[in-house]
């Protein structure tokens, strides 16, 4: 199992990014999947989570508030999170897993840094 996480960078305050999530090795519609982050000293939290197939039912980390958007293309076997208003605190590394997430499945990640 891999996941490959792509598209994080360096945005303004307020700004969008939208992150992205190859997965092989694994059957990808039919696991709930998930995007964690890592701040610098902290520890790794949950961001969303979205269910398997038709991935109709998705939950969020409350600090998100309206502000991300999880979704998948069993397809093309891709999570994406679409995050807009980005604000300082969520600098950090995000990844994504299947759930409950398995240690040996973490990727590198991809760095969100928001910053003027």
């Known amino acids: 199992v891999q996941f490959v996480e792509s598209g994080g960078g360096l945005v303004q305050p307020g700004g969008s990014l939208r992150l992205s999530c190859v997965a092989s090795?694994?059957?990808?519609?039919?696991?709930?999947m998930t995007w964690y982050r890592q701040a610098p000293g902290k520890e790794r939290e949950l961001v969303a989570m979205?269910?398997?197939?038709?991935?109709?039912?998705?939950n969020y980390g409350d600090f998100v508030k309206g502000r991300f958007t999880v979704s998948r293309d069993n397809t093309k076997k891709t999570l994406y999170l679409q995050m807009n208003s980005l604000k300082p605190e969520d600098t950090a590394v995000y990844y994504c897993?299947?759930?409950?997430?398995?240690?040996?499945?973490w990727g590198q990640g991809t760095q969100v840094t928001v910053s003027s």
């Open positions: 979205i269910s398997p197939f038709s991935g109709s039912s998705i």
């Open positions: 090795g694994l059957s990808f519609s039919s696991y709930v």
């Open positions: 897993n299947r759930y409950p997430p398995r240690g040996e499945d």
